[in-house]
C-alpha cells in the first residue's frame, strides 16, 4: 500500500504520469540513497505482444535502513531523460507506460516491490493502444522512496525489447520421396500487425532450412533463404534419408525468434 505520494523518475515523467515530489524537486540530491537491485522485466524475457492485451509484471529489490515506503516503474522512450516523450499518432498520449507498484517487506530494511503493465494493441478499447512504430527498445526508469522520505531514482536503469509476436510455418514434400529425389520446403513468416490487428508477412528476412535426421535430436543448418515481400519461403534440397525439416528465425529487435515444428518426411 502506498503510505504517501511517490517521488518522481523525471521532472518530465512527474508531469505527464502524475507524481508529487514531497519537499523537494526530482533532481534534487539526496543523502542516503535507496539501493535498488534484481530489477526485471517478465522474468527477464523480452516483450512479446500478439494481437490482443498482454499484461507483465516488472519486480525488484529495494533496501534502505529506515524501510520501503514506495516503489515506482516507468516504461518510457524518447532522446533523453528530459525529453522522453514521442508522439506517434492521435490514439497515444505519449510513449510512456506507468502503473504504481506493490511493495512487500522481506525484512525491516527490504522490500520486493512488483508493478503489473497492459499493453495493448487494440486502440478501440484502451487509450495507450500499441502501434507498428513502438516495437523496439525501452528505457526503464526506476525510484525507491524510504519511509525516512530518502530516495533513489535512475531515469534508465535497464532497457527491454517490446516486440511483435512472430508465427512461422512449415510444410516440405512430395511426401513420401524417394531417395535422391527433390523436396521442395515452403513456409512463411508473418508477425503482429498492431497497425491492422492481423498478422502479416515479415519480408525480406533471413531464414534458415534446418533438418533433422530421424532418430536424432540436434537440426543442422542446410541453407539460408530470404523470405518474400509476403513472408513466403520456398526452396528445394535432395532427399537422402527420413527426418524432419523445419524453418529456423533468428529474430530482430522488433520481432521474437521463432522456430517451426518440423515437418517429417518419409524417403523411400
Given at each position: 500500500m502506498r503510505k504517501r505520494a511517490a517521488l518522481a523518475v523525471l521532472s518530465a515523467v512527474t508531469a505527464l504520469a502524475g507524481f508529487a515530489v514531497p519537499g523537494a524537486h526530482a533532481d534534487e540530491p539526496q543523502t542516503t540513497a535507496v539501493q535498488i537491485s534484481d530489477v526485471t522485466f517478465d522474468g527477464g524475457k523480452n516483450i512479446v505482444v500478439g494481437?490482443?492485451?498482454k499484461t507483465i509484471t516488472v519486480s525488484g529489490t529495494f533496501t534502505h535502513p529506515s524501510g520501503?515506503?514506495?516503489a515506482d516503474f516507468v516504461l518510457w522512450r524518447g532522446p533523453d531523460g528530459a525529453n522522453p516523450y514521442e508522439t506517434y499518432d492521435d490514439r497515444i498520449v505519449s510513449d510512456q507506460y506507468h502503473s504504481h507498484a506493490d511493495c512487500v517487506a522481506s525484512s525491516a530494511t527490504t522490500s520486493t516491490c512488483s508493478q503489473t503493465f497492459s499493453l495493448e494493441p487494440d486502440w478501440k478499447?484502451?487509450?495507450t493502444a500499441l502501434t507498428n512504430a513502438h516495437a523496439g527498445t525501452w528505457k526503464v526508469s526506476v525510484q525507491g522512496v524510504a519511509d525516512d522520505d530518502s530516495w533513489t531514482q535512475t531515469a534508465d536503469y535497464t532497457t527491454t525489447r517490446l516486440q511483435r509476436q512472430s508465427q512461422l510455418?512449415?510444410?516440405a514434400g512430395p511426401e513420401p520421396v524417394a531417395?535422391?529425389?527433390?523436396l521442395t520446403v515452403t513456409g512463411r513468416l508473418t508477425r503482429a500487425d498492431w497497425d491492422n490487428l492481423d498478422y502479416r508477412?515479415?519480408?525480406n528476412q533471413p531464414v534458415r532450412l534446418q533438418f533433422r535426421k530421424a532418430?536424432?535430436?540436434t537440426y543442422t543448418t542446410v541453407k539460408t533463404v530470404y523470405t518474400s515481400s509476403t513472408g513466403t519461403l520456398t526452396t528445394t534440397a535432395p532427399a537422402s534419408e527420413d527426418g524432419y525439416w523445419?524453418?529456423?528465425f533468428a529474430g530482430t529487435s522488433t520481432t521474437p525468434a521463432a522456430k517451426a515444428t518440423g515437418d517429417y518426411v518419409d524417403v523411400r
Open positions: 494481437l490482443y492485451a520501503i515506503q514506495d478499447y484502451s487509450g510455418t512449415v510444410d531417395q535422391g529425389g527433390t508477412g515479415c519480408a532418430g536424432t535430436t523445419r524453418w529456423n
